[in-house]
């Protein structure tokens, strides 16, 4: 059974069952699709991530199939019912469907029209209808009349026996099957508004009276109209062509034009409208619910992945705003590590006379504690703090940057963040969360439930199961793709590192707290409960900074460490040497340390290593500045250009926020000027992008945006700097605004003592 589970996921896969073989060995073994992917190369035959994670997901499928047919068969046996065609037929089924059908006539059911018939001693006239001989019908429906039985007259002999052939048809595998394919080929979904629930239900406008192919509806149609329908505002059905499904039926049952053909012919309409339709129907509900569920959960984990991967500030000392208007600008100072410095409050926003103070404030704070950049949160009062702070001329080398700040509340009500800071309130927590969200995103945002992260679409209606499932694989990737400093990460970083877990994890932090910064990887044996095979799994993804083995700082697994040192001793030099000097490493032909169980490709990753160890993956940290003088909705009129930045993408499109505290869509037939499949073909998570303004619905709040390039707008000279770019586009803007409302007229820069310092500060460097 396993050659055939091997053989069969090969084909789906195009890869070879050895591979698949071999994969499924090591999983069996607990290792860990990262490890698997980044040490095992030369057993798996350097399968990827994707590919592992497949042939892992597949083999839980078929291994769920294979305990249902085992369900199945041992129910039978113990029933008699089980003959060698049939369990021939259940030990072939390849889909759970067809293994359910087969089963279904067999199923303990409850009692139904065709189970009361067979009591009445229905059955023997069924049998005799459904040969459909031409026979006298009236005559041997007579025989069955007996009122002990219950059976009165002719007409109900002869109802009790379609109700029994009615179920023959239901329970037919070749109708079921016949009928299914009809069913996701051809059928419709179609929703409609429940009376009076128009102005109840308005965020459902658009499926009032929708209809579209089942075979085509789009995931997010799918789940919108489910939520709908759940939220008791839409009616939602799954409409066939009936007259073909009906055909299809009379083809498969009804033979000639006798009399009992004409009640099989009844009993078939019968079996489809009452028993047939309503099956399919759930079938295709669930079918294309799962289909909606895989591509949602699809869309947010490539969010998920964009996201845990964005560019980090890196270590710097950051000043954390957590803007608020009548509660004030909560500010948090972090240290390049990211540990909690001080808290302070200001309120620019409540007051015009409060601004002096603040300024002062900020400015002695970037003085007392180094400040080299200021995280302000996107939420209300973003845009407004983020101009109160480019007013009160500081300095160029403070970087402030806008941080999404989306699941920071999540974070500051939590468990974690509670132990983090047990003596101060959520307030505190939530600037703390955005500071360091700016220095490592990644880092960060393990600390919160993916979910909550606020990117994707419907993820709170998918399979919830399957989306954590398929998140935590995102998360445990991106973390191992980055490696973690040990002596530095968080129990909650560290948990997702392969082969640890919550509970190694803290044990790792325990004997860190309590022994002083690890050393070396090798001092990781020490700790409490990691045995052999976490630390094998673990080690290569774990980094050692200015630790003894200068290895320890790259993602070279401690396994390969003895042939890295042959390597050197071989040229002559120190492990050190090798990593420092390329002349030396260009000298080595990996051909000379291959072995049984190290082949090129893992030399040849030792060697991309060697060149660059512990080397970031994610790219350098770009900022946005938004358009001036856009800070609302209102702000925007329909033709503007403006800066944006993609915050969420879905699959009818992608959101941009270009500064107004309400993200506008961009839909997917205004990504680009020429056809888009997928809004992931065109933009990313965090990309830069320049939108035009479609339209703005105030009552609804919703702006529609385009990335498309009009040709009256382009128009540019050659030789044309992006800053006088964007200065025409801001007194273009200006321009459509002033018929909307005044200009606002520019604040003066704040004079403040601490300027000196700070400038004396970038000089002595």
Request: hydrophobic residues 40%; aromatic residues 6%; contains cysteine.
């Amino acid at each position: 059974m396993n050659e055939f589970r091997y053989a069969k996921i090969a084909e789906e896969l195009s890869i070879t069952p050895v591979q698949v073989q071999a994969t499924a060995k090591l999983l069996e073994e607990a290792a860990t699709v990262p490890f698997i992917a980044r040490y095992r190369k030369e057993i798996t035959g350097s399968l990827d991530e994707v590919a592992i994670t497949a042939i892992r997901d597949r083999l839980i499928k078929l291994e769920e199939l294979e305990s249902r047919r085992e369900a199945i068969i041992k129910s039978l046996l113990e029933r008699n019912l089980l003959n060698n065609e049939l369990q021939a037929k259940i030990t072939s089924a390849e889909t759970l469907a067809i293994l359910e059908d087969l089963y279904l006539p067999f199923r303990p059911k409850r009692r139904t029209r065709a189970t009361i018939a067979r009591e009445k001693g229905l059955e023997p006239l069924a049998e005799k209808i459904f040969v459909q001989d031409d026979m006298d019908l009236a005559a041997a429906a007579a025989t069955c009349i007996d009122a002990e039985k219950g059976v009165a007259s002719a007409d109900e002999a002869l109802t009790g026996a379609r109700d029994i052939i009615a179920e023959w048809v239901n329970e037919d595998q070749d109708a079921r099957a016949r009928l299914r394919d009809l069913f996701f080929k051809k059928s419709t979904i179609r929703s409609h508004v429940l009376p009076g629930k128009e102005a109840g239900g308005i965020k459902y406008k658009d499926y009032y009276d929708w209809g579209e192919p089942v075979a085509s509806a789009r995931s997010h149609r799918i789940l919108a109209m489910r939520r709908g329908e759940q939220e008791e505002f839409l009616a939602l059905r799954i409409l066939p062509p009936e007259e073909t499904a009906l055909a299809i039926l009379e083809n498969l049952f009804v033979r000639g034009t006798t009399a009992s053909a004409g009640q099989v012919k009844l009993a078939v309409h019968d079996s489809y409208k009452r028993l047939l339709s309503g099956s399919m129907e759930t079938e295709v509900r669930l079918a294309i619910k799962k289909r909606a569920d895989e591509e949602a959960i699809r869309v947010f984990a490539d969010n998920l992945r964009q996201l845990l991967l964005a560019p980090p500030l890196g270590q710097k000392s950051v000043l954390s705003i957590d803007p608020g208007l009548r509660t004030g600008c909560k500010l948090v100072c972090l240290d390049r590590q990211g540990k909690f410095l001080h808290f302070d409050v200001i309120y620019p926003l409540l007051s015009e006379k409060n601004r002096p103070d603040s300024a002062k404030t900020i400015w002695r704070l970037c003085s007392q504690f180094q400040i080299e950049a200021i995280a302000v949160g996107n939420g209300t009062g973003g845009r407004e703090t983020e101009a109160f702070l480019k007013s009160i001329g500081l300095p160029e080398e403070i970087q402030i940057v806008m941080v999404n700040e989306s699941g920071a509340s999540v974070y500051s009500a939590s468990k974690i963040a509670r132990e983090e800071f047990p003596d101060h309130d959520i307030t505190v927590r939530g600037a703390v969360s955005i500071g360091r969200r700016l220095m490592d995103p990644l880092a960060e945002l393990v600390k919160i439930e993916p979910k909550a992260i606020g990117v994707g679409q419907y993820q709170h209606d998918v399979d919830q199961a399957e989306l954590k499932k398929c998140l935590d694989d995102v998360v445990i990737s991106c973390v191992n793709a980055v490696g973690v400093e040990v002596n530095t990460a968080s129990a909650q970083l560290l948990s997702y590192v392969s082969g640890l877990g919550p509970s190694l994890a803290e044990n790792i932090v325990k004997h860190r707290d309590d022994g002083g910064p690890f050393r070396s990887r090798e001092a990781l044996k020490k700790v409490r409960r990691l045995g052999p095979k976490a630390y094998e799994q673990a080690a290569g993804f774990l980094r050692i900074r200015d630790g003894r083995n200068p290895l320890d700082a790259s993602a070279v697994h401690p396994e390969s460490y003895p042939i890295v040192e042959k390597m050197a001793h071989d040229q002559g030099c120190s492990v050190s040497d090798l990593i420092h000097d390329k002349a030396v490493r260009n000298r080595i032909e990996l051909k000379h340390y291959v072995t049984d169980k190290i082949g090129l490709p893992t030399l040849t990753d030792i060697m991309a290593e060697l060149a660059k160890p512990g080397r970031d993956p994610r790219q350098q940290l770009e900022t946005v500045t938004f358009a001036e003088g856009i800070e609302k909705i209102s702000d925007l009129i329909p033709g503007m250009k403006l800066p944006g930045v993609v915050t969420n993408i879905t699959a009818f499109g992608a959101f941009v926020d270009v500064g107004v505290h309400q993200d506008g869509l961009v839909h997917l037939s205004e990504l680009a000027d020429t056809f888009v499949k997928s809004p992931g073909e065109v933009v990313k998570l965090n990309q830069r992008v320049e939108v035009t303004v479609l339209a703005v619905d105030l009552e609804r709040n919703r702006i529609s945006l385009s990335m498309k390039k009009f040709p009256a707008e382009n128009t540019d000279k050659p030789g044309k700097s992006k800053e006088s770019d964007q200065k025409a586009r801001n007194d273009k803007n200006r321009m459509k605004r002033a018929d909307a409302k005044p200009a606002r007229e520019a604040q003066k820069p704040f004079n403040n003592p601490f300027a000196d310092f700070l400038h004396q500060r970038k000089k002595n460097g």
